[in-house]
């Protein structure tokens, strides 16, 4: 019996997520990316949803965020356009292609084929 209750605490405590496994992130603009606060389009209330802690086993979620963001930017700037797709990558990982659809000023990339990963953005200017 009294191996009992600290069996049951620490299954309790077990069935908890983590605190790393928050659903959505907030990201500082520039934080990985220091040209992405900068220039026009302005980006800015950057959040990444759903995405994993690190991306392939190295690239934190922010990064992942501020890399699709600046992809996005760097297609405006470039075509004058917004891309409908992007990819994003980093030496030592890839983060795949992103869909992006926008409403207004609004931007969001989902993940192709995991479409509840997303980064959410908005773009003025």
Known sequence: MRLALPLAVLLALLSFPAASSAKT??????YYAPGLDHGKPAVSKLRAVDLPRRTGGYAPRCLVAES???EVKRGIQDTGERPA???VYGARWSGGRWNC????AATTCRKAGKPSRKVKFRLSG
């Open 25 to 30: 992130v907030r990201c500082d603009i520039g």
């Open 68 to 70: 699709v963001a600046s």
């Open 85 to 87: 797709r992007v990819r």
């Open 101 to 104: 659809g926008y409403d207004g």
